[in-house]
């Protein structure tokens, strides 16, 4: 399995933006598609964005079209989710993951959270 380490959360005002990046390592990461799931607390985690290997294909949950992107850096090994617009229940640990082959379910490898709290 490849290996994740998400950076880039903390704290924002309603409005503002992060970017959240997934350094991977261990595997040939061209192998893999990438997703962002986050974790509200009480809540189950969720489906944020998802990226195929090569990048030509995106898909979204319907709460964050719009306000998000996500992208990915292969040369360097990292992907990355662009946050803008931020709401408070965007607040959030949000974890990247990846998987072979193209789906929004089935990621066998995680990160470790990373937190994102957004204030009205």
């Known amino acids: 399995q490849v290996q994740l380490v998400e950076s880039g959360g903390g704290w924002v005002e309603a409005g503002g933006s992060l970017r959240l990046s997934c350094a991977a390592s261990g595997r040939t990461f061209t192998n893999y598609a990438m997703g962002w799931f986050r974790q509200a607390p009480g809540k189950e985690r969720e489906f944020v964005a998802a990226i195929s290997w090569s990048g030509a294909r995106t898909s979204y949950a319907d709460s964050v079209q719009g306000r998000v992107i996500i992208s990915r850096d292969n040369a360097k090994n990292t992907g990355y989710l662009q946050l803008n617009d931020l709401k408070p229940e965007d607040t959030a640990v949000y974890y990247c993951?990846?998987?072979?082959?193209?789906?929004?379910?089935?990621?066998?490898?995680w990160g470790q959270g990373n937190q994102v709290t957004v204030s009205s």
């Open positions: 993951a990846a998987r072979i082959g193209w789906g929004t379910t089935g990621f066998g490898s």
